[in-house]
DNA sequence: GCCCTTAAGATGGGATGCCATATGCAGCGA
DNA sequence: TCGCTGCATATGGCATCCCATCTTAAGGGC
């Protein structure tokens, strides 16, 4: 079985460089986020490039890609593994990005124009849409690109990148994370309260909501996993 | 003229993977920090290999370093180019920093313990010290000790990661930047109040002091960017 | 004299080969 | 039977080569 296919698509539309290892590297977290690769498996360059008919070279650039992000740990005449991921590190995770979209949220709360502030409407109603029909996939879609538009709407780069490089580790933790219907009804809540800090342009309320349902976000996960690592 | 001798020397005591693509990455973001390669200007791998006498491949993944770091670009056929760094990056990369480190503060003054409070008043008492005797250079040393230990000490592996990345880039504003006297009594003021909040085990204060700290050092950081570029 | 074409050089990306070292297993000795 | 030694294998690091593409400049045509 080979990618080619999949890798030949995916390069007509990037002209960027090293668009083959940003594409290798996508594949392998996705298979490190979805478990196919679980906590202390091993990744050898050889291997991977035979599988995707590549050569070392850019599963090499690959494997470097995700030991920047954190997931992997490379090591001489070992391969790089998979690093654990349990509760203490979603723990630490998600206090950083709670920390970091709260400052993001306190940002656009600042400055958001009438639009910005339509587009935030119109994907809130969107997910209270789906949160009342109980169409829970989509719910949490939606949910996440609100999530990424507060922060890519913050006005600071910087905190899109570093968002960006947390959020992919996390992603680990939500992917086994399925919300519990309590959480669901008080996470709405704080997504309502959210709303009516931005519509008044509240700063320090945005800040202060948008922390506390983070923190509440990870605190769940980590409950999470922490009763998965029971079994 | 070689760099081999330095190499050797750094190699022996390493012993970690990669060790040389680390080397040259710190070679080239030190110059990069201290302006010798100047915003704009390109770093090309042939080039530098050569001047440090190794292959391409080394020099190429020490590129992606500092590419991910956030310091150069790199495009195709053109060679990395180290990116502008202006007011406005050194905005947006503060404002992360202040958020992140009060992070910290808040952390370690939650679970801080009295031999960790002793070596942090160690630290501090040195540093005011150098403030009394006026010796700005180990002032200025024993500052970033004190920072780089609030946030080591936090408990937290995941902001000691980002810090670390994000102050390698905020470094670069600090190298221009001479602080004023006036923002120097202002700074003293501040690691004093942080002091009070440590000892008090006051969580809420030691993040808002740091914030705070944090934020008009990005300020007064922002002012000389901007003095310097009106030259 | 100006602009377009074209060819040579520059430059990063990818493929491949060699090397040093760690790992693991097999065989030998006590 | 257990442990130690040594060799084969695995594996990542580094060097080198080739290639596609962009840049640049020179030369010819209008």
Redesign the interface.
């Known amino acids: 079985m080979s990618f080619q296919n999949e890798l030949s698509e995916e390069l007509e539309r990037l002209e960027s ?2 668009a083959i290892a940003q594409w290798v590297s996508n594949v392998l977290r996705d298979k490190i986020v979805k478990g196919v690769y679980p906590p202390g498996s091993r990744l050898v360059e050889r291997k991977i490039s035979a599988e995707l008919g590549l050569s070392r070279t850019p599963v090499r ?1 690959a494997l ?2 995700l030991h ?1 992000d ?1 997931l992997i740990a ?3 005449n070992k391969g790089a593994q998979v690093l654990q991921y349990g509760p203490q ?1 979603a723990l ?2 998600f ?2 990005i709670a ?2 979209e ?2 993001a949220a306190e ?1 656009l709360a600042e400055h958001i124009s009438t639009e910005t502030l339509d587009q935030l409407e119109e994907l809130h109603a969107q997910m209270m849409t789906y949160y009342k029909i109980g169409n829970q996939t989509d719910y949490f879609d939606t949910n996440s690109e609100i999530h990424d538009f507060i922060v890519e709407n913050s006005g ?4 899109v ?2 968002h960006k ?2 959020i992919a580790r996390a992603r680990r933790g939500r992917y086994l994370a399925i919300m519990e219907p309590d959480r669901l009804v008080e996470a709405v809540s704080e997504h309502e309260v959210l709303m009516t800090a931005m519509r008044n342009k509240d700063k320090d309320a945005a800040a202060q909501i948008w922390r506390q349902h983070m923190t509440h976000t990870g605190e769940t996960v980590v409950k999470v996993l922490r009763q998965d690592g029971e079994q």
């Open positions: 460089p090293t650039e470097k890609l920047a954190g490379i090591s001489r590190e630490a995770l206090d950083v920390s970091l709260s400052l940002r600071n780069q910087i905190i990148e570093t490089r947390l």
